[in-house]
């Protein structure tokens, strides 16, 4: 259930409440918002009665949740999250953040290079994978701990924030100490060891819709970090499985505002991950920027064709450069801004 206090109500009215909720065997979890606080409190109390609440001092309402999600619901936090990952760079609000770099961190002079081009078109966030993961056991599995320290070092270079994808928990403080962003891959978006530890972290996490799942799914999944007290989240969505053979995934357009309403949390979108071509990345990113996403995903690559790993859908730095600059102007005709 929900817990609103009244607007004016103080800190000692609000701890009263929390500590109210902990006694009657709840988890309690605050929501500071502009006008007024939220207090989540978890549990399974079918037959509660909230007037026990609902007579302490400065509580508004209370209100019981239907969804199995609580936490990450909208009424948590109605004005929306912003995920801050530093350096005037946020996930949520006005701002549309783009996130872009190879499918793999191939070397330091590759890694530098598209580092440069992003700065040089306007990006603000270097994403790269220094781990990968295949059908195959003889494809490329990137370089490591080794990929990692060049994607920080590039950044740091360019002045970008950073992103890169944990496979397991027992990855997370590797990460932590080389990233901005830990991604959960969209294999991973049900692995509850690593959603929990990150939970108990406070590194900002991307957790990437899996091509099954439902929106009520991955929320449930975000739920698993929220509740661990890490509040610093965005969703990211890649499209869904289908029958359509024309691109990889079909990207659910439709799912953009359904998740606004839904939730509190950033949404992002990989068109990168739905397109099958290059030449299908740039119409994709434009929908959804049209459609309302809070950011984009998208691969670079400065000689694509000759890529180790997603060549066929990553984007030069020239159709990244211009595709950026189509981008602002539908961002400007939604009252938004590209970052």
């Not at 009263?16 to 409190?41: N, P, Q, Y």
């Not at 509850?192 to 439902?214: C, F, M, N, Q, Y």
């Amino acid at each position: 259930m929900i817990v609103v206090m009244q607007p004016q109500a103080g800190e000692d009215q609000i701890q009263r409440v929390i500590d109210r909720l902990i006694e009657l065997g709840f988890d309690a979890h605050r929501s500071t918002g502009e006008e007024t606080t939220v207090i989540g409190a978890l549990g399974v109390k079918k037959d509660f009665d909230t007037g026990q609440i609902e007579v302490l001092e400065g509580v508004r309402e209370v209100v019981r949740i239907s969804q199995p999600y609580k936490l990450a619901g909208r009424r948590f936090r109605a004005e929306g999250t912003t995920v801050d990952l530093g350096a005037g760079v946020r996930f949520g609000g006005p701002e549309i953040v783009v996130a872009a770099g190879p499918g793999a961190i191939e070397s330091t002079e590759q890694i530098d290079r598209i580092a440069e081009g992003l700065v040089e078109s306007g990006a603000r966030v270097l994403r790269a994978a220094a781990f990968q993961a295949h059908r195959s056991p003889y494809g490329f599995k990137g370089l490591g701990e080794r990929g990692l320290r060049m994607l920080r070092e590039a950044a740091d270079r360019n002045g970008l924030r950073a992103i890169s994808e944990a496979r397991g928990a027992g990855e997370i403080e590797m990460f932590a100490g080389f990233v901005d962003m830990i991604e959960v891959g969209a294999r991973n978006m049900l692995n509850d060891d690593l959603l929990d530890a990150l939970g108990a972290s406070r590194k900002a996490v991307l957790l990437e819709r899996s091509p099954g799942a439902t929106i009520e799914e991955i929320l449930l999944a975000a739920e698993h970090v929220l509740a661990g007290g890490n509040y610093q989240m965005a969703l990211a969505d890649g499209g869904i499985r289908s029958f359509e053979s024309g691109s990889h995934t079909t990207l659910d357009v439709a799912a953009i505002p359904a998740v606004h309403r839904l939730t509190h949390l950033p949404i992002l979108v990989n068109p990168s991950r739905a397109a099958s071509r290059r030449d299908q990345v740039a119409p994709i990113a434009r929908a959804a920027v049209a459609a309302g996403a809070d950011g984009l995903l998208l691969e670079v690559h400065h000689d694509p064709n000759h890529a180790m790993v997603d060549g066929a859908h990553s984007l030069s730095l020239e159709q990244f450069r211009q595709l950026l600059g189509e981008l602002r102007v539908i961002a400007s005709a939604i009252g938004r801004r590209l970052a």
